[in-house]
Antibody, heavy 121, light 107 residues
Framework: QLQLQESGPGLLKPSETLSLTCTVS??????????WGWVRQPPGKGLEWIGI????????NYNTSLKSRVSMSVDTSNNQFSLTLSSVSAADTAVYFC????????????WGQGTLVTVSS | SYVLTQPPSVSVAPGQTATITCGGD??????VHWYQQKPGQAPVLVVY???DRPSGIPERFSGSNYGNTATLTISRVEAGDEADYYC??????????FGGGTKLTAL
């Protein structure tokens, strides 16, 4: 089964750009039956969807509340996909999860363990 | 945007049945998925497509979806079922939508 692992800096200053990478093992990011997604969870709060990207990078869908600051990409050579969130503020402090998304049904079936990103001056 | 409404908390005695609801406008016309999240852990898919279970999820977990309410039912609740549960749908206009989550407590 798929295994996913997030990586990236854990501490950012306001106005900086958040960049996270998700490394996939146990399967290829080029699988046409999957999208790849990001979800975040502020401390003590619920899940918030950030966006998804199709395996070929040709199709993306972002949360409208974050759309102006979000970008996602797929790196098939390294079996990874990435998230970029610009102009971060304290409100972006959260645990960020990457996950595989079944193309049929659009449910998140495999998740990374999550990585805490703190935005603080 | 599409909104999913869950009760903040549900309590049930061990061995009894827990029912967690997820309300949304005409939610019965779209597929609903459910996740279990224990403290400090990533969410785990427990039901997809309204009522299907991924491999490894006990039969005690079941789902239904009709009208304006989807339901996750956990039979014979165990202490290990204590967790936050989230419903989720895909909406054409809103994208992926999560409910606010329900904390299940086994009294």
């Amino acid at each position: 089964q798929l295994q996913l692992q997030e990586s990236g800096p854990g501490l950012l200053k306001p106005s900086e750009t958040l960049s996270l990478t998700c490394t996939v093992s146990g399967g290829s990011v080029s699988r046409s039956t999957y999208y790849w997604g990001w979800v975040r969870q502020p401390p003590g709060k619920g899940l918030e969807w950030i966006g998804i990207i199709y395996y070929n990078g040709g199709s993306t869908n972002y949360n409208t509340s974050l759309k102006s600051r979000v970008s996602m990409s797929v790196d098939t050579s390294n079996n990874q996909f990435s998230l970029t969130l610009s102009s971060v503020s304290a409100a972006d402090t959260a645990v960020y999860f990457c996950a595989s998304v079944a193309a049929t049904g659009r449910y998140f079936d495999f998740w990374g363990q999550g990585t805490l990103v703190t935005v603080s001056s | 945007s599409y909104v999913l409404t869950q009760p903040p908390s549900v309590s049930v005695a061990p061995g009894q049945t827990a029912t967690i609801t997820c309300g949304g406008d005409k939610i019965g016309t779209i597929s609903v998925h459910w996740y279990q999240q224990k403290p400090g852990q990533a969410p785990v898919l427990v039901v997809y497509g309204d009522s299907d279970r991924p491999s490894g999820i006990p039969e005690r977990f079941s789902g239904s979806n009709y009208g304006n309410t989807a339901t996750l039912t956990i039979s014979r609740v165990e202490a290990g079922d204590e967790a936050d549960y989230y419903c989720q749908v895909w909406d054409t206009f809103s994208g992926q939508v999560f409910g606010g989550g329900t904390k299940l407590t086994a009294l």
